[in-house]
């Protein structure tokens, strides 16, 4: 099993509407998590951290489930410009662990 | 925001010769540094943790005397690819630890063995 799964999608959502992403983690003992987001060919940018009272950044909204080992992103009102690929990260001590990460388009 | 560089951004290079890689935090000072590989339509793996005045800890199957790691100052890391071969084609990104939370990615360096 995959330390960090996500389902690669590719999602392709019409601009203008909510998508949603999942991600489940196997190490209980993780102590941080984030999303990030890679455009292709460039290296993985911070998105947000996320926690457990789940938190919010203009049009993201991230989320943590301790109990079932599970983080999602919600992104609402999508752009041109979120399209990406997004990453789930988890961090145990100073090691981060990276889903393969969800492919989105933004049609127009 | 911290900055973290690296050099060179692409690289090709023959069969057998050896690729040094740069990554420098502009900014800040990083007593640790972490080198990633992600090849095509996979995520970033985690190649080794690379401390300044010390040894670098690998991860699980990455070869040390092949992945030479060099962590000589605090505000730079170097990933040397000895011999390298066409299945060390790949995206090598270096990433810095800031504020005791994130880390911050350099651009990456792409790498072709012919």
């Known amino acids: 099993r995959k330390e960090v799964e996500q389902d690669p999608g590719p999602f392709n959502v019409p601009e203008g509407a909510t998508v949603a992403f999942n991600c489940t983690y196997s190490?209980?003992?993780?102590?941080?998590f984030f999303w990030y987001r890679q455009d292709c060919r460039k290296e993985p940018k911070l998105l947000m951290s996320?926690?457990?009272s789940g938190n919010e950044d203009g049009r993201f909204t991230a989320q943590l489930n301790r109990a079932s080992q599970y983080i999602s992103l919600l992104i609402r009102d999508s752009k041109l410009s979120d399209s990406a690929t997004y990453l789930c990260?988890?961090?145990?001590?100073?090691?981060?662990?990276f889903g393969t990460g969800t492919r989105l388009t933004i049609i127009p | 925001g911290a900055v973290v560089s690296q050099h060179p951004s692409r690289v090709i290079c023959k069969s057998g010769t050896s690729v040094k890689i740069e990554c420098r935090s502009l900014?800040?000072?990083?007593?640790?540094m972490f080198w990633y590989r992600q090849f095509p339509k996979q995520s970033l793996m985690l190649m080794a943790t690379?401390?300044?005045?010390?040894?670098?800890?690998?991860e699980q199957g990455v070869e040390k005397d092949k992945f030479l790691i060099n962590h000589a100052s605090l505000t730079l890391s170097t990933l040397t690819v000895t011999s390298a071969h066409p299945e060390d084609s790949s995206f090598y990104i270096c990433?810095?630890?800031?504020?005791?939370?994130?880390?911050?990615f350099g651009p990456g360096t792409r790498l072709l063995v012919l």
């Open positions: 990433s810095a630890g800031w504020g005791g939370e994130t880390q911050y």
């Open positions: 190490n209980s003992a993780s102590q941080s």
């Open positions: 996320v926690y457990s």
């Open positions: 990260v988890v961090k145990w001590g100073e090691k981060l662990t």
């Open positions: 900014d800040f000072q990083a007593t640790t």
């Open positions: 690379s401390n300044e005045g010390s040894k670098a800890t690998y």
